[in-house]
């Protein structure tokens, strides 16, 4: 299921170079191959102002996380890229920089449940109105917008359903109407899309998922191409403070080496994870983009290098989805995703517990994947034992 790596803004080396090299140029004054943790809150100056290579403060800049940001900026084809305590945090510094009283947003109608309770529970009372639509509809995104909409948000894949939109139509129908295309990269990774180069503004990590690799820190990102917006982000980046700090940076940063790898390693899993679920009588229906059934697939072929590690299923009832989440051994029972470990929930109970009621309530009888990079065999023993 190979395809094309994304065409548009084509970098001078290759993804797996920039990851590994882009703004880790080896320590000046030690030759560290790899850039140093930074623990550090302040700085020396010579002389009031006289700053060494511009740090004063580590919450407006430290260099462990300038290696992150530049790394970030590269892997994503653009020009800025600024690192945050989480994903949220980097959401919210979007919200609160582009947004006012009396705005408007789309949002897709399968997002990612904390995206959506940060709309309906932040941003909605400070007064900014969204509407849920099916993205993939791009008529329907069309006739949503309103003279106020600001920011189409868009998430591609989608958390937990793997829907798939047309980056590209959709930064046209937003550009048309004046407003911004938000992308949350977060189930792709920049190894596998880069929605920079199909026309997006801004692209949105929790970087706590794929780019860290590793389930052991949280974080989010941002990366822009436009210079003005990239300042305004990092304006608001300092001012709102919710930054990364240099251990989490260090780690994410230790993470995007590696990402080609992982992901190349996950989609290969992933793979043969839904060969196996769609022939299982205990499955009622498989999402995986790379389905040639699945109504996003050609979208995917068009905009993705291959389909990604992540597979929900449904089964045929509540129970059976509960039951299935408890009873594997070797897919760990948790929240999150994109780690090298295999990790298996059910989002109507857990991560998306919050779309409870809501219109982007997701099904009772579903169940995630994360599939990890673990040995096939022993990843498939464990779900056909534990599907029973
Ligand atoms: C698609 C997506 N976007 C954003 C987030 C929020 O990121 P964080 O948990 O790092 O704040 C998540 C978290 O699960 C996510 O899955």
């Known amino acids: 299921m190979d395809n094309e790596v994304p065409q548009?803004?084509?970098?001078?080396?290759?993804?797996?170079?920039?990851?590994?090299?882009?703004?880790?140029?080896?320590?000046?004054?030690?030759?560290?191959?790899?850039?140093?943790?930074?623990q550090v809150s302040t700085y020396k100056q010579d002389g009031i102002g006289g700053l060494r290579g511009g740090y004063e403060y580590s919450r407006s800049a430290n260099p462990t996380r300038t290696a992150l940001e530049e790394c970030l900026a590269a892997v994503e084809a653009g020009t800025r890229g600024m690192a945050f305590a989480s994903g949220l945090a980097a959401e919210d510094t979007i919200l609160r920089t582009l947004l006012r009283p009396?705005?408007?947003?789309?949002?897709?109608?399968?997002?990612?449940g904390g995206t959506y309770?940060?709309?309906?529970?932040?941003?909605?009372?400070?007064?900014?109105?969204?509407?849920?639509?099916?993205?993939?509809?791009v008529a329907a995104v069309r006739a949503a917008m309103r003279p106020e909409t600001k920011?189409?948000?868009?998430?591609?894949?989608?958390?937990?359903?793997?829907?798939?939109?047309?980056?590209?139509?959709?930064?046209?129908?937003?550009?048309?109407?004046?407003?911004?295309l938000v992308v949350d990269n977060t189930f792709a990774s920049s190894y596998l899309q880069q929605p920079l180069t199909l026309g997006a503004d801004i692209v949105v990590h929790s970087t706590?998922?794929?780019?860290?690799?590793?389930?052991?820190?949280?974080?989010?990102?941002?990366?822009?191409?436009?210079?003005?917006?990239?300042?305004?982000?990092?304006?608001?980046?300092?001012?709102?403070?919710?930054?990364?700090?240099?251990?989490?940076?260090?780690?994410?940063?230790?993470?995007v080496k590696t990402l080609g790898v992982r992901m190349d390693r996950h989609c290969d899993n992933a793979e043969k994870v839904v060969e196996m679920l769609t022939s299982h009588r205990a499955v009622k229906q498989v999402l995986y983009p790379g389905l040639p059934d699945h109504p996003g697939h050609d979208v995917a072929v068009k905009q993705m290098r291959r389909f990604?590690?992540?597979?929900?299923?449904?089964?045929?009832?509540?129970?059976?989805?509960?039951?299935?989440?408890?009873?594997?051994?070797?897919?760990?029972?948790?929240?999150?995703?994109?780690?090298?470990?295999?990790?298996?929930?059910h989002p109507g109970r857990m991560t998306h517990a919050s779309a409870a009621g809501s219109p982007?309530?997701?099904?009772?009888?579903?169940?995630r994947l994360s599939v990890g990079i673990e040995n096939i065999d022993d990843l498939l023993a464990d779900l056909d034992r534990a599907l029973g």
């Not at 998430?155 to 129908?173: Q, R, Y």
Request: charged letters at 20%.
């Open 102 to 112: 009396g705005d408007h947003v789309v949002i897709p109608n399968d997002a990612y």
């Open 208 to 255: 706590t998922k794929y780019m860290g690799g590793h389930s052991d820190v949280v974080g989010g990102a941002l990366v822009v191409r436009d210079a003005d917006l990239g300042e305004r982000l990092a304006f608001n980046q300092n001012s709102m403070g919710a930054v990364a700090g240099p251990f989490d940076a260090w780690l994410t940063l230790r993470g």
């Open 360 to 367: 982007l309530e997701v099904p009772a009888d579903l169940v």
């Open 117 to 137: 309770r940060l709309f309906a529970k932040v941003a909605a009372p400070w007064g900014v109105s969204f509407d849920p639509v099916p993205l993939g509809d």
């Open 151 to 180: 920011i189409v948000w868009v998430e591609t894949p989608t958390n937990p359903l793997l829907g798939i939109s047309d980056i590209a139509a959709l930064a046209a129908v937003a550009h048309e109407a004046g407003a911004l």
């Open 8 to 38: 548009g803004n084509v970098p001078e080396q290759g993804f797996e170079t920039l990851a590994i090299h882009a703004g880790q140029e080896p320590d000046p004054t030690t030759g560290a191959v790899v850039p140093p943790i930074y």
């Open 308 to 345: 990604g590690g992540m597979v929900s299923f449904r089964t045929w009832s509540e129970e059976d989805a509960v039951r299935i989440c408890e009873a594997t051994r070797l897919f760990t029972l948790g929240e999150s995703l994109g780690g090298v470990e295999s990790l298996i929930e």
